[in-house]
Nanobody, 120 residues
């Protein structure tokens, strides 16, 4: 019903920047919330940033002031701008969306993930 495509990961040096994209498609009436999560090797997945109806955003303390979640001009696409990257930001980044479908049921969908590697 709902598909997510993430892109923008890669290898970057400490202090560098990357921008991740999350594009949603399918049977979408409204996207209620978008979240970016990351999972580092050997660690639990953690919530990094969220974007909800009304353009409300939240961030994990570890990324405040460095990461920005925003909605792109393209419909149903969101960005995670990551600046001043640190080695501890390394991990697989997943987009997650909470969607009201055209059938007016709620679906929670995860993307496949994109690898971010920050080298020192």
């Amino acid at each position: 019903q709902v598909q997510l495509v993430e892109s923008g990961g890669g290898l970057v040096q400490v202090g560098g920047s990357l921008r991740l994209s999350c594009a949603a498609s399918g049977s979408i009436f409204r996207i209620n919330a978008v979240g970016w999560h990351r999972q580092a090797p050997g660690k639990q997945r953690e919530l990094v940033a969220t974007f909800t109806i009304g353009d409300s955003t939240t961030y994990a303390d570890s990324v405040k002031g460095r990461f920005t979640i925003s909605r792109a001009n393209a419909k149903n696409t969101w960005y995670l701008q990551m600046n001043s990257l640190k080695s501890e930001d390394t991990g697989v980044y997943h987009c997650n969306v909470d969607v009201t479908t055209l059938r007016l049921n709620t679906v929670n969908q995860w993307g496949q993930g994109t690898q971010v590697t920050v080298s020192s």
